[in-house]
């Protein structure tokens, strides 16, 4: 049997991957071993891998070494040259900016000891999983000689290039390398076909998903609950859902978020001035186990998103999981979760009056997103998928 190297953030060092905690029971039973590389450290590990998973020290140990390392080192030179002269950025600061932080960071993982180790112990049977489309994803170029076959996927953050200043580095570079480029959603692989239709044969689309927990409880008491899930910084309009349900007042709403940040001191104010008898509850971050807890224990009547920007919301496959019912703006791949079937699609840039009104009509019509879930967004089932094509 091949194994299968995943080239990971800092999993399982950290929660920030969760997904990957969906898919390593599954991908354990394809491989003879999994070995997991993070490139950075965020704390212990107290995860609970399977039995033939595992994971090595992260790659990066201090946050000055993330760059610093490979400043005196040119060997990426040419390629970076090229990508800077193709995308004609010499004379605009912040891209310039962007290339030479991602070349610095480039030649230390490519002078990492310890990566090469891994990299030379590995054979061609084997897979390499970039499980994001930058960060270790910048080795690909540098090991395009080894046979092993190299799947590397693309989210949100490292695919779009307008939430970059409209440059991302090296990215062609990247794509060209690689034997199979997976997108975790329909959008995605159209924006990365517009902008190399010659690649376009090597991209697919594989939705991550999430896994089964079951259905949550609807309300029994006359309350209608709501929930949300998102970290409070601006891009994620966390104070659009307090405005708008202080505009209802003849429905008994109880609003609970999940998540902090740099807005959530400033929405916490807002909170002890709510003048409406809306109850708001605000648990402020939880681990994603302590999230799916949540859907299990508690009672949740609909789930409501309005980042300005997304790649495909895992947030959101988890609710119509639970079966519970999605308000979302229609940004990046929300509306390929977003449907007739699983909610209302609200426009990308809502006023107050727009989600307060999508709120009222949720409340009033009858959905079971949980079968659109079984069929599309299963993790288990979509990870299957994934790796029948890279073992084939």
Not at 92 to 101: D, P, V
Not at 166 to 183: H, L, R, S
Not at 267 to 295: C, M
Request: hydrophobic content about 40%.
């Amino acid at each position: 049997m091949r194994n299968l190297y995943i080239f990971t953030r800092s999993f399982p060092f950290s929660d920030d991957e969760p997904f990957l905690d969906n898919q390593l029971s599954v991908l354990a039973n394809f491989y003879q071993s999994i070995i997991i590389i993070p490139l950075m450290f965020s704390k212990e590990n107290n995860k609970v891998l399977p039995a033939n998973c595992f994971a090595y020290d992260p790659i990066i140990k201090t946050k000055s070494q993330l760059y610093w390392g490979g400043i005196f080192s040119i060997k990426s030179f040419p390629m970076y040259f090229w990508d800077i002269t193709k995308n004609f950025i010499f004379f605009n600061f912040s891209k310039i900016k962007l290339a030479l932080i991602s070349f610095f960071f480039t030649n230390n993982i490519i002078h990492s000891k310890q990566l090469k180790k891994i990299i030379s112990d590995s054979n061609e049977m084997d897979v390499f999983f970039f499980y994001w489309g930058k960060g270790f994803a910048n080795l690909l170029p540098f090991i395009s000689s080894i046979k092993t076959k190299k799947v590397v996927q693309f989210h949100g953050d490292d695919l779009y290039h307008y939430r970059h200043e409209g440059y991302i580095p090296i990215q062609e570079f990247i794509i060209k390398n690689a034997d199979i480029v997976t997108c975790i959603s329909n959008d995605g692989k159209r924006y990365l076909g517009k902008y190399y239709p010659k690649f376009d044969s090597k991209i697919i689309v594989n939705y991550l998903g999430t896994r089964d927990f079951g259905e949550s409880k609807k309300s029994n008491d006359g309350i209608f609950r709501i929930l949300s899930c998102s970290s409070v910084i601006p891009l994620k309009r966390v104070h659009l859902i307090f405005e708008a349900i202080q505009t209802i007042y003849f429905l008994n709403i109880e609003w609970t978020h999940i998540g902090d940040g740099v807005e959530f001191d400033e929405l916490k104010k807002k909170v002890k001035l709510n003048k409406s008898d809306n109850k708001i509850i605000l648990l402020g971050n939880l681990t994603n186990p302590e999230v799916i807890s949540y859907y299990k224990n508690e009672m949740v009547d609909l789930f409501i998103n309005v980042s300005e920007f997304e790649g495909l919301p895992v947030s959101i496959m988890e609710a119509i999981s639970f079966n519970v019912p999605v308000i979302a703006t229609n940004v990046g791949g929300s509306s390929e979760i977003v449907n007739p079937l699983t909610g209302i699609l609200i426009g990308p840039n809502p006023t107050i009056v727009e989600l307060a009104e999508a709120i009222v009509k949720a409340k009033n019509i009858n959905l079971s997103p949980r079968k659109f879930w079984e069929l599309n967004f299963n993790a288990e089932r979509n990870c299957v998928k994934l790796f029948d094509s890279a073992l084939s």
